[in-house]
């Protein structure tokens, strides 16, 4: 995962894993993540620690973490808070992130 810049803040499509470190949950989303990267071995999602921007969570109503969050044409389009499995996040990236699987 990469540490989501102001720049990337700014791109019109995205996928950014909100977390806090010390959020047992959070460490258990972060693995499921970090699992499909090595899978695809690329780099596909952002990350943001929660606690350094206050102000992103209040505008974007974020209610807890993690949350994957996906900003598609410049709207966000899901927040995702229960990610369930590796196989659950799998149905979003197939919608938002076809890309991946050689269905451009």
């Known amino acids: 995962m990469q540490e989501i810049t102001e720049q990337a803040l700014n791109e ?33 999602f952002y990350e943001m620690n929660a606690s350094y921007f206050p102000e992103f969570m209040y505008d974007n109503k974020i209610e807890s ?9 410049n709207q966000i389009k899901e927040k995702i808070y229960a990610f369930r499995s590796i196989g659950n996040i799998y149905r979003y990236l197939i919608q938002y992130k076809p890309e991946l699987f050689g269905n451009n």
């Open 12 to 44: 019109e499509r995205y996928l950014l894993y909100i977390y806090t470190p010390f959020c047992g949950t959070c460490s258990v989303a972060r693995t499921m993540l970090e699992k499909i990267e090595s899978v695809h071995k690329e780099t596909i």
């Open 65 to 73: 973490v993690p949350c994957l969050l996906i900003k598609e044409e």
